[in-house]
């Protein structure tokens, strides 16, 4: 079986930068919207997941959210 890395995009300007250094170490990895989060999981079954930022701030309201199910 071949390790999987998830990189939950939050719209960070730098998510494909990230995949592509992932990717260059030999790891498969894919990039899916954090709203997908539950979904990148059931699917891929990846050895480790990536939060990648975006521009919002976490104490704004209505600031996204990670899927519990990640933790």
Not at 33 to 52: D, H, N, Q, T
């Amino acid at each position: 079986m071949t390790d999987t890395v998830l990189i939950l995009d939050f719209g960070s300007q730098v998510t494909q930068l990230i995949a592509r250094r992932v990717r260059e170490a030999g790891v498969y990895c894919e990039i899916v919207p954090f709203s997908k989060a539950a979904e990148g999981l059931a699917r891929l079954k990846p050895r480790a997941i990536i939060l990648s930022g975006g521009p919002a701030s976490v104490y704004e309201p209505g600031a996204p959210k990670v899927d519990p199910i990640v933790f």
